[in-house]
């Protein structure tokens, strides 16, 4: 049975307890930096006591039950000196709910509210990097793709036509611009990836944008061309777009992911990877592109290896990569993860996770502490709120009213904005060191000074110590497994004195500088 108690009344019940008999109240000096801490009075502020235990929680510690052992400190140390990646961005791809599988057809309904959403997305998830998608079957004199978006094609029939190859001429180094279609491109552009651009530059920030070549086979009609056989092909479609995105929209790409997940494909192994490296930077190059490199990008995380070692046949292919890049798809463990940074280590390069459906906190914090990626990314941008939640997209968006869609976060989302809203492009990963295996810390500090730690506990709540902070005031934001947020209130650190808090239960914090 629970019971309410004021601090006094609780006082009161502590002196008057006979010497030597159980304790059945807090001190009272605690009840007095309970009410300091919380800024209440002491004759106001209620603590709920139980017939076997009373606790008092406040932001500098926790007054256990009397009469009980009190729950062991997690202690969590930083150490500052200790320096890993650097983060380059949080991506997203800009996908919405346009392929409407069950009606069969193009759904638009999405195109007047992208500034609304791309702002959540931004602002309240934390989201800084973009995937913009080259499609191989572009290459192709027929706009296929704008008889699906008219409605003169259904979902079913434009899918054969999405990877359709055909060769605009029989010189890769001469481009036939009516060769190559633009419509689908310049439609996701304008409708996906600018409104994210804007919503960064409201805040001061950039987006990054990282171009990632698609080639599927699944369902595809034969081609009569292979960028992954033609190296000096594959470059001609990539430089293409490259320059629609510099010309038309002002787009500078920062990466290039040269393709997706090449077991999905016909013909893209490791080895037409590594030629594709070599023929595309010095393509791009020529035409003062230079971005990042970025690959093995397989599906599977046992793949990553094995592609990324026929890269390393094909001279010059390595030394051309920045990223080594891997998704999450078939059988994981965190072996994997070690066997990729172990080959990046070797060759002085960055690591990234970039999709995973269904990719929770958990999964990021393994990628960011044990493969030390500096993007990371689940999948796509919104879905319909009918949609089963699957962890496919970042948003659920309700469009029973289209004239005011509600925005929400996916299942998965809301614990990922711990690190994404926090953390930001430029920021470095120190060390962080738990003596509690349910306590999972990563801590970053930002490019202008701050710092942000992160606590994950799946099994249990309690109490927590936070060593090595520098002097100032943080901002203390909790989580719950069941997605309840809590806002509490500010902590001030001072003389690197430690943080210490309660855990009300499992979930994820975030303790962040205060500016």
Request: with cysteine; hydrophobic share 40%.
């Amino acid at each position: 049975m629970h019971s309410s108690y004021t601090l006094s009344e609780i006082a009161e019940l502590q002196e008057s307890e006979p010497p030597g008999g159980p304790k059945k109240a807090v001190t009272q000096s605690l009840i007095r930096k309970v009410a300091n801490r919380l800024e209440l009075s002491p004759g106001r502020c209620s603590i709920l006591v139980t017939a076997s235990a009373m606790v008092a929680i406040f932001a500098g510690g926790v007054a256990a039950a009397a009469g009980l052992k009190p729950a062991q400190v997690s202690r969590i140390t930083l150490d500052s000196g200790t320096r890993y990646q650097t983060i380059d961005s949080w991506d997203v791809y800009p996908r919405y709910w346009e392929h409407d599988k069950v009606n069969n057809r193009f759904d638009n309904s999405y195109a007047g509210h992208t500034d609304d959403i791309s702002r959540y997305l931004v602002n309240e998830v934390g989201i800084n990097g973009a995937r913009v998608e080259i499609w191989s079957g572009l290459e192709n004199p027929t706009d296929n793709w704008s008889l699906f978006f008219s409605g003169k094609r259904t979902y079913e029939e434009d899918k054969p036509y999405r990877f359709l190859k055909i060769n605009d001429n029989d010189d890769p180094f001469s481009a036939n611009p009516s060769g190559f279609q633009v419509s689908k491109f310049d439609h996701r552009v304008k409708t996906m990836v600018l409104p994210l651009k804007r919503a960064m530059e409201a805040n001061g920030e950039r987006l990054r944008v990282n171009v990632n070549y698609v080639d599927f086979a699944y369902k595809a009609k034969p081609s009569s061309l292979s960028h992954a056989e033609n190296p000096e092909e594959y470059a001609e479609i990539i430089l293409f777009y490259f320059n629609r995105l510099r010309e038309e929209f002002g787009i500078v790409p920062d990466s290039l992911e040269i393709v997706l997940e090449p077991e999905n494909t016909d013909d893209w192994r490791g080895r037409e990877i590594g030629r594709a490296i070599i023929a595309v930077k010095a393509r791009l190059k020529s035409a003062g592109f230079d971005p990042e490199i970025v690959a093995p990008s397989t599906a599977f995380m046992p793949s990553a290896p094995e592609y990324f070692d026929q890269m390393t046949e094909v001279p010059g292919a390595i030394d051309a990569l920045d990223t080594f890049a891997y998704h999450r798809y078939g059988t994981t463990s965190v072996a994997y993860v070690k066997q990729i940074l172990e080959r990046a280590k070797r060759h002085g390069l960055k690591t990234a996770m970039l999709e995973k459906v269904g990719a929770d906190i958990d999964q990021l914090l393994e990628d960011l502490i044990v493969g030390q990626v500096s993007s990371w990314q689940q999948w796509a941008l919104a879905g319909l709120a009918e949609w089963d939640d699957k962890g496919a997209f970042y948003l659920s968006v309700d469009m029973r009213d289209q004239t005011n869609p509600r925005i929400t976060m996916a299942r998965n989302t809301y614990h990922l904005t711990q690190v994404f809203r926090h953390v930001r492009a430029g920021a470095v990963r120190i060390g962080a060191e738990s003596d509690h295996a349910d306590r999972t810390p990563v801590a970053f500090i930002n490019s202008n000074g701050s710092w942000a730690v992160i606590v994950r506990a799946k099994g249990t709540g309690g109490p927590v110590t936070i060593e090595k902070l520098p002097t100032a005031r943080y901002r203390l934001r909790y989580i719950s497994e069941e997605n309840e947020i809590e806002e509490w209130p500010p902590a001030i650190v001072t003389a690197d004195g430690p943080l210490e808090f309660e855990l009300p239960g499992p979930g994820t914090i975030s303790i962040v500088t205060d500016k």
